[in-house]
């Protein structure tokens, strides 16, 4: 296993496990993070009904040993990566998967006066999905098959180009899950729309001649689906019409590595 780790002002080092020249010993929190399940009892009958479940923040933990290294040295090399309170991203790769995950250093504990020294970095992760390093794209004429080695369902970037007017708007749905997306208004030739549903980074845009504009307005009041990509086979992404095409993109989420 290798880990990188690079903080907001483009300073990185590589970690290797159980590497001598590291001194990384350990790394936890990798596993599927852990779910909150909420249920409300019934009056009338044992048990309860479940009515939600969240993933919870995801918590790092990196561990070096100073056997045999310069305690000081590796203390001060791992300061001026990992600032506290800052944000940090780590690259994992292991015998099959490189994966990444942003978060935030919670803390760095070591005791500078042990003859054995243990210096243990936490890192919380508020996005508790690991998202592969290349990504995907997919196009849709009018409809495609998109296919993921995602772990979860997770949302992507459409982007949908019109080839003639367009009165009235237009929709972008997945049939597997029923899930629809209807984009209200009037579209010119040449026009870009894209839609954004990723989980924080949600937005629906208008590119017309060069300008970008957003046009959350034009999301149709009754439509509450952002549009998700379901694991493996999303059997299909549809476009309303036929002068519509576009492209999909997507980062693979896995739920650990």
Request: some cysteine; charged content about 15%.
């Amino acid at each position: 296993m290798q880990v990188k780790a690079t903080n907001q002002y483009g300073n990185w080092a590589t970690y290797k496990l159980n590497n001598y020249a590291s001194a990384l010993i350990s790394v936890t929190g990798l596993n599927p993070p852990e779910a909150n399940i909420s249920t409300s009892p019934i009056a009338t009958k044992d048990g309860s009904v479940f009515t939600n479940a969240r993933a919870q923040n995801r918590n790092i933990v990196l561990t070096f040993a100073t056997t045999g290294i310069n305690p000081e040295s590796l203390r001060t090399s791992i300061y001026y990566i990992f600032k506290v309170k800052e944000p940090i991203s780590l690259e994992i790769k292991t015998g099959s998967r490189t994966a990444n995950i942003d978060g935030y250093v919670e803390s760095i504990s070591a005791d500078p006066f042990a003859k054995k020294q243990r210096i243990q970095v936490s890192i919380i992760c508020p996005d508790p999905y690991f998202l592969s390093a290349e990504q995907n794209h997919v196009l849709i004429y009018p409809q495609s098959n998109i296919v993921t080695l995602s772990d979860t369902m997770h949302g992507a970037i459409f982007e949908i180009n019109c080839s003639a007017a367009i009165t009235g708007g237009f929709t972008i749905g997945n049939t597997l899950t029923g899930e629809q997306f209807t984009v209200d208004g009037d579209y010119e030739s040449g026009d870009k729309i894209t839609l954004d549903t990723r989980l924080g980074l949600k937005a629906l845009t208008l590119t017309r001649n060069g300008e970008t504009t957003n046009i959350l307005q034009n999301m149709n009041a009754d439509e509450h689906d952002w549009l998700q990509l379901v694991p493996l086979d999303n059997n299909y992404i549809t476009l309303s019409a036929a002068t519509l095409s576009g492209l999909v993109r997507w980062q693979t989420h896995y739920e650990g590595v």
